[in-house]
């Protein structure tokens, strides 16, 4: 347990001006500004934003430039932040359908109605470090590329492709979009078993590297069952928030967010009631968030495991273990609060160990006794046997 | 309001929303008399929760929250309001403002014409912009037949 102490304020305060000093870096170079990591740091930006569950990219890059760069603490600030704002509306669900696309693709099918766009993707570069970066009398001011295609001015609706499947019934269902009450862990602590919406929210905000991780698991086999999983369809884009203010009765467009969606199917074996066909899992980040969107669907659809009748054999499967450990705030939390004063809580404990190891060290002292009066009276009796034989 | 205003505010309201703050500053400084107005609700930031939808159109989640500023303002007849993603109290103010002119039958049609549809246009472009880089990176990829020897 942690006891609170008290005293040491010189210290503290010195160890932050040392570390906004240290922030600031050799001040023989220029000041990082805000937008410029929102600018060039954005697939940062677009982590914290989507792990701190707060979409406002000023915000996220303000936070990493605090944290120096470090994800989880930027992540944390965003976090603490929003608990200061009172949250006016829920938007309506909103619809990924109609979206101004930057990239999507898909690995299950090659002609996809509306065709792959790659869009700006380090897929199929060399990963070679390019040192035209490094060199800081480079301009690298370069121009988008563009086309001479006919595009519409509006964003219209793109096809989803597994729809396209669906009507086969060769993939299931998205299921009922109607909801009675969607479940929000902010306002009501998590509880087991958690419906997909509640496991769908822990997971959008879940650490990148543990749910990476988990899908990972999955691939490698730790899982029931299901085939090789493939990308039905990634897709990068803007999409528009819709809120229903109580004045107006109406919904009204406030602006776009940008978002990542990913869908991931494989061949389910089927139960008595479902004949095999493709499961679903989703996954879906704020901005670029390509890595993680894919390993939530992987682990979405794990964790589906109780809904599809599978024995639960993995650990990507363990609703607990998944959601319980998902959350790097959470975890952070409880692991590096080991770092802090435990002064007393450590002064009992030497306390007991001292006293363990007195008792110890009395224990051991007795067997040993006992042990040396065993084998002198072992010793006695064989040295007496004899003596008896002789006598004999 | 009927039904066609309803529609029609909807889309000034989210012109005025997606516009760049840039935009409808200049919108506002070229106005040749800027209107006496006051203040209902002072700008101010909150929350939204976005929601959306299990596999793109089923069940909707909690997906995580924005930032959004709202302002109300009382500007002659009419009273304005603004729902603004982002923390800009400037631009929810100037987006209050614009939508209580546009709901005045004397100033609808010149402001439509004069504000709201030069930030439609430059929408529309920027919109194709982006199109066309992103259209650019259409990929067709051919499947390779494995040589048999």
Redesign the interface.
């Known amino acids: 347990m942690y006891v609170a102490v008290k005293g040491g304020e010189k210290a503290i305060a010195n160890a932050h001006q040392y570390l906004a000093a240290e922030r600031r870096g050799d001040t023989a170079l220029p000041e990082l500004t805000v937008s410029q990591i929102k600018e060039q740091m954005r697939l940062a930006v677009d982590r914290v934003?989507?792990e701190g569950?707060?979409?406002?990219p000023?915000?996220a890059a303000l936070a990493l430039k605090q944290a120096r760069g470090d994800s989880i603490e930027a992540i944390f600030l965003l976090r603490a932040y929003?608990t200061t704002?009172?949250?006016?509306?829920?938007?309506?669900?909103?619809?990924?359908?109609v979206m101004?696309?930057?990239?999507r693709?898909s690995a299950a099918f090659?002609d996809m109605p509306g065709?792959?766009?790659?869009?700006?993707t380090f897929d199929y570069t060399h990963r070679l470090l390019d040192f035209s970066l490094a060199d800081e009398n480079t301009k690298n001011n370069v121009t988008?590329?563009?086309?001479n295609?006919d595009?519409?001015?509006?964003?219209d609706e793109t096809p989803?492709i597994?729809d396209f499947l669906q009507n086969d019934e060769l993939v299931e269902g998205?299921?009922?979009?109607?909801?009675h009450q969607?479940?929000?862990?902010?306002r009501e602590p998590l509880e087991l078993p958690a419906g997909?919406?509640?496991r769908?929210?822990k997971l959008?905000?879940a650490d990148e590297g543990f749910v990476l991780a988990m899908g990972y698991s999955t691939q490698r086999g730790f899982k029931n069952s299901g085939g090789h999983p493939f990308a039905g369809e990634i897709r990068t884009g803007d999409v528009?928030?819709e809120?229903t203010?109580e004045?107006?009765g109406?919904?009204?467009?406030?602006?776009?967010?940008t978002?990542t969606?990913s869908?991931i199917v494989s061949i389910y074996d089927g139960s008595e009631e479902t004949p095999p066909q493709f499961s679903?899992g989703?996954g879906?980040t704020?901005g670029s968030g390509e890595r993680k969107a894919i390993s939530m669907a992987l682990v979405d659809r794990a964790l589906r495991c109780r809904e599809l009748q599978e024995d639960i054999i993995a650990p990507a499967q363990d609703e607990e273990f998944v959601l319980m450990h998902s959350d790097n705030i959470e975890a952070t939390g409880f692991v590096e609060h080991l770092k802090l004063p435990h002064h007393v809580d450590f002064q009992s404990e030497l306390d007991i160990l001292r006293r363990l190891r007195s008792n110890w060290a009395k224990c051991k002292a007795k067997r040993e006794e006992i042990e040396r009066n065993t084998q002198k009276e072992q010793k006695i009796r064989q040295s007496g046997t004899p003596e008896i034989k002789g006598a004999a | 309001m009927n039904q066609t205003h309803?529609q029609d505010?909807?889309h000034w309201?989210?012109v005025l929303?997606?516009t760049s703050f840039a935009n409808i500053q200049k919108a506002w400084r070229a106005m040749p008399e800027q209107p006496e107005y006051s203040l209902l609700r002072q700008p101010e930031?909150?929350?939204?929760?976005?929601?959306?939808?299990?596999?793109?159109?089923?069940?909707?989640?909690?997906?995580?929250?924005?930032?959004?500023t709202?302002c109300?303002v009382s500007i002659h007849n009419a009273i304005g309001?603004a729902?603004?993603?982002?923390?800009n109290p400037e631009h929810a103010e100037l987006a209050a403002i614009f939508d209580g002119l546009l709901q005045l039958p004397e100033h609808n049609a010149r402001l439509m014409e004069t504000v709201i549809n030069p930030m439609e246009k430059n929408i529309?472009?920027q919109?194709?912009?982006?199109?066309?880089?992103?259209?650019?990176?259409?990929?067709?990829?051919f499947?390779m037949v494995r040589g048999e020897d």
Not at chain 1, 100 to 103: A, E, S, V
Not at chain 1, 144 to 147: E, S
Not at chain 1, 174 to 179: C, L, N, Q
């Open positions: 934003m989507t569950s707060l979409y406002d000023e915000l929003r704002l009172p949250r006016f509306y829920t938007s309506a669900p909103i619809n990924t359908s101004q696309i930057t990239r693709i090659k065709g792959q766009m790659l869009g700006p988008p590329p563009t086309c295609e595009v519409p001015a509006t964003c989803r597994l998205v299921g009922s979009a109607e909801s969607v479940g929000d862990i902010t997909r919406d509640i769908l929210q959008t905000r528009s928030i809120v203010p004045e107006l109406f919904p009204v467009t406030i602006g776009s967010i978002v969606e869908e679903r989703y879906i704020f | 309803v505010r909807q309201m989210s929303a997606r930031t909150g929350l939204v929760m976005i929601q959306a939808r299990t596999n793109g159109n089923g069940a909707p989640f909690n997906m995580g929250e924005m930032t959004l709202r109300s309001h729902y603004i993603a982002g923390r529309a472009e919109i194709k912009t982006k199109a066309k880089q992103v259209a650019s990176t259409r990929v067709d990829f499947t």
